[in-house]
């Protein structure tokens, strides 16, 4: 399944005309209703499947290297983007020739329009409705009336009240560990949390997936399904499409060659009976 952000630099709607497998469209809730309106009726108009409401980034953490280095998308020209540019031609060109950056999804909201140098911290703390609670997630999940996931949850509370809501799926996820310092590991948190909901819901792992053994692990304690960002980023900024493609035939390489090293035919074969674990922990 393909997940697409708010924030995407290419729309619902062309990403619908290539792609035919499924697709999740991540929303950000912003004090724009009308934004909010617009962005769900574009994912359902575009057939996206599933709606997946990010619940961890009420505010933008902490980003000491951005903030260090004067980050900004698209980037600001001062000396030392410029130096920067300088010393990766291949990405500065691309960056000059190619279409220009925008946010398509957000512009027609956003008075000074979304080409403008911008930090993820000014996004949140300027776009995005800090006081979004548990009403909000419900309203917006019945709106949607479809598949609909929480991304974001940590916490057996907040999983069983995911359910509550009628959520069909939770994003078991810390941000990738980029908001809140300190926080235990998404993985840390995905035994307890399949127990409590494992049965009602889907239980998808995400947070530092990079290898087969990754995702047979996080399958083996009950996950459904597990979820990259980086995974496939690191390899789109080294090498483009022909990089993401070796990322996932990578993937896919490893998590055949790993079941059959460990004895396992089918998924369902996996269980905790894999893994040295102490549930206490
Ligand atoms: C460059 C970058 C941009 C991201 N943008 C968003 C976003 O717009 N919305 C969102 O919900 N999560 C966003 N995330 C977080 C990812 O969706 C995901 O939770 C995280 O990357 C998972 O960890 P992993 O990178 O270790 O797989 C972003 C992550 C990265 C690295």
Redesign the pocket.
Known sequence: MF?V???ATVTVEEISKIANTPKMF?F?FHKDRGLNDALLERARAANFNVL?L?VD?ITGGNRERDLRTGFTSPPKLTLDSLMSFATHPAWAWNFLTKEKFDMPHLSGYVSQGTNLAVSVGDYFSTMLDQSMNWNDAEKLCSQWNGQFAL??IMSVEDAKRAVDIGCTGI?V?N????QLDGCRSPFDQLAEICDAVGDKIDVIC?????RGTHVLKALSVGAKAC?????Y?FALAAAGQAGVERVLGNMRTEIERDMKLMGVTKLDQLSRDNLRFHPSR
């Open positions: 997940g952000s708010s924030l991540q950000y997946a990010t980034t991304k974001g994003m996820s941000h990738g560990g980029r995400e947070g530092g997936i990079q979820s990259g960002g980086r995974f980023l």
